[in-house]
C-alpha cells in the first residue's frame, strides 16, 4: 500500500495519469470498499483541489451519502433527481458546465457552480456514484470524464 500521495503539477492530463498508478498502488489489496472510497476522494481532492469530491451508494430507491471530502452534504438522492440521480437512472457519466441550468439540480452548495457525476456499474447494475463538484464554472471536459471512469473502475464494488 502507498502511504504518501506525491502531488504532480502539469496538464490536467498529466496529473490524472500521474495519479492513476498511484490509486491503483493505494487500493491493492484492501478489500473494504468504505476505506477505498474514502482514499479515492482524499486523493482526487488533494491533487485536484475541487471544492467537493464523494461517492453516493445506491441503497434501494435512493442514493446514499457514502465517503466525501468537503463541506456537509445532502444524504439522500432520489433516482432521477438532481446530477447524482440523473446519472444513476440514465446509467452514464453527466458533466454539467453550470450547475444553474440543470432542470432540478439540488443545491448542496452555493458554491458550487460545475459538476461532474461518474456512475459505478458492476455486472450492468449502477451500485454508486462518484460526484465532483467544482467552485468554477465550465470545470470538467472529456479528459475528466476519460480517467474519472478509470479510476472508478478500480473500485471493487
Known amino acids: ?30 478489500e473494504d470498499i468504505v476505506a477505498n472510497m474514502a482514499n479515492t476522494a482524499a486523493a482526487l481532492k488533494e491533487q485536484f483541489k475541487w471544492w467537493w469530491v464523494g461517492f453516493y451508494v445506491v441503497k434501494g430507491d435512493e442514493l446514499v451519502l457514502g465517503p466525501f471530502q468537503g463541506p456537509v452534504a445532502c444524504t439522500r438522492i432520489k433516482k432521477g433527481r438532481g446530477v447524482c440521480g440523473a446519472a444513476w437512472e440514465q446509467a452514464k457519466t453527466l458533466i ?46 472529456l479528459t475528466d470524464q476519460e480517467y474519472l471512469e478509470k479510476i472508478v473502475g478500480l473500485l471493487n464494488f
Not at 502511504?3 to 491503483?24: A, H, M
Not at 459538476?115 to 470545470?139: M, Q
Request: with cysteine; net charge negative.
Open 1 to 30: 500500500m502507498a502511504e504518501d500521495l506525491l502531488i504532480v503539477s502539469g496538464s490536467k492530463e498529466e496529473q490524472y495519469r500521474q495519479l492513476l498508478p498511484q490509486l491503483e498502488g493505494l487500493l491493492q489489496g484492501e
Open 96 to 141: 454539467v458546465p453550470d450547475v444553474e441550468q440543470f432542470p432540478g439540480h439540488i443545491a448542496c452548495s452555493s458554491f458550487s457552480k460545475s459538476e461532474i457525476v461518474v456512475p459505478i456499474v458492476k455486472n450492468g447494475i449502477v451500485t454508486g456514484v462518484l460526484d465532483v463538484d467544482s467552485e468554477h464554472l465550465d470545470h470538467f471536459d
